[in-house]
C-alpha cells in the first residue's frame, strides 16, 4: 500500500487533493486541526468512492504535536512509510505591516513556513533510505509576486519556495523529489471573502480556479510520470505571471 499525507486536508484544495490522489491509489492521510466534522466528511467521501484512508489530527505549527502524531502513526503501521507528502496547511491574516500585530505575523510563519520544515524533515529520512518519494508544497502566487496586506503570507510562501529549491537538490540522488504548486485564485475557504468579479480583469481566463484543478497537477507530481521534474515552482493561476 502506498501512502499519501495531505496537511490541512479537511476542506478547500487538501480536500480535493487527498479525493485525487485516494482515486489514484494512494491511501490517504487526512490531516486536519480543529473541525471534526468536515474531516469526517472528506473521509466519508473517499470511502464512498472506493478510497482508502484515515485521520491524523494535529496542529502543524507545534512541533510536538507533529512528532507524538507521527511516531504514533509510525508505530501502528510498521513496516511502511509515508511516500508522498503534500504540505498544504496554510492561513491567512492579512494586514497592512504598519498595523500588523505579532502574533499576525508568528501565526502565519509557523503555519505556513515552520510546519513545512518541521512534517518534511519528519518524513524525509525514510524516503531517503527507501530512494522514493515525493514533496509538494502548496504555495501561492504572493510568495512570487507580493499581495498588498500580505507581508506576512508572502514571506512564509516565498520562505517555502526557497527551502524547496534547496531541499530538491539535497534529496536528488536519492530519487526524492520537492516541488510547489503555486495556485492563483481558487474557489476555497480562504478565497470567499474575495469578489470574483473584482479580480476577473486580472486572470487572463476571467474566472477563479478549481480546487480540482490543483489537485489534477498534484495528482502528476505524486506519480511516476514526474520523476525528472524537481525544484520547480508550478502556478496554476489561470495565466497570471
Known amino acids: ?14 480536500k480535493a487533493i487527498s479525493k485525487q490522489l485516494a482515486q489514484d ?6 490531516n486536519y486541526r480543529l473541525n471534526d466534522d ?31 502524531a507521527l511516531e504514533k502513526w509510525a508505530d501502528n503501521n510498521e513496516g511502511q512509510y509515508i511516500e508522498v507528502l503534500i504540505n ?15 502574533d499576525e505575523w508568528a501565526d502565519v510563519i509557523n503555519t505556513n513556513l515552520n510546519s513545512f520544515f518541521y512534517v518534511t524533515r519528519r518524513l524525509l529520512k525514510d524516503m531517503l533510505v527507501k530512494k522514493n518519494g515525493r514533496i509538494i508544497n502548496i504555495v501561492s502566487l504572493s510568495g512570487l509576486t507580493g499581495v498588498t496586506g500580505q ?13 524547496t529549491r534547496s531541499l530538491a537538490k539535497e534529496i536528488a540522488r536519492k530519487r526524492v523529489t520537492a516541488n510547489c504548486v503555486a495556485p492563483g485564485f481558487i474557489k476555497t475557504d480562504m478565497t470567499e471573502d474575495l469578489d470574483e468579479k473584482q479580480f476577473r480583469n486580472v486572470i487572463p481566463m476571467r474566472r477563479f ?14 506519480s511516476e510520470k514526474s520523476s525528472y521534474i524537481t525544484g520547480e515552482v508550478i502556478p496554476v493561476s489561470g495565466g497570471i505571471n
Open 1 to 14: 500500500m502506498k501512502y499519501a499525507l495531505i496537511t490541512g486536508a479537511s476542506r478547500g484544495i487538501g
Open 25 to 30: 491509489g494512494f491511501s490517504v492521510i487526512i
Open 38 to 68: 468536515e474531516a469526517n466528511k472528506t473521509l466519508n467521501e473517499i470511502k464512498d468512492a472506493g478510497g482508502k484512508g484515515e485521520l491524523l489530527k494535529f496542529d502543524v505549527s507545534k512541533v510536538d504535536d507533529i512528532e507524538n
Open 88 to 102: 498544504n496547511a496554510g492561513i491567512r491574516k492579512d494586514n497592512l505591516q504598519v498595523f500588523m500585530q505579532n
Open 151 to 163: 507581508t506576512n503570507y508572502s514571506a512564509a510562501k516565498a520562505g517555502v519556495i526557497g527551502a
Open 209 to 222: 480556479g478549481k480546487a480540482e484543478e490543483v489537485a489534477y497537477l498534484v495528482s502528476f507530481l505524486a
